[in-house]
């Protein structure tokens, strides 16, 4: 059911939330997109969970462009 997920748009929603909270609460988002890839590479190739962590892995990393993007954008405004 992930081919599910991967076009559920309140699943991806809620992925990419996960991550404008950390970064929200000042953590450190690419230590999270670190963790979670180290997670990834170190997990069994049957473990059920990989495919969501991949998943997640993928929403996060288009999450940070946006979030860097943003950012930027933000900075360039501020006098």
């Known amino acids: 059911m992930l081919w599910l ?7 991806r929603a809620r992925l990419e939330r996960e991550l404008w909270d950390a970064f929200e609460a000042k953590q450190d ?3 999270k997109l670190a963790e979670l ?3 990834i590479d170190s997990a069994n190739p ?15 990393i288009t999450t940070l462009a946006r979030i860097r993007k943003i950012e930027a954008l933000m900075t360039g405004q501020q006098r």
């Not at 049957?46 to 996060?60: H, N, S, T, Y």
């Open 37 to 39: 890839q180290a997670w």
């Open 29 to 31: 988002p690419e230590a």
């Open 46 to 60: 049957a473990d059920p969970k990989l495919a969501d962590q991949r998943f997640r892995l993928e929403v996060w």
């Open 5 to 11: 997920k991967r076009w559920n748009f309140i699943e």
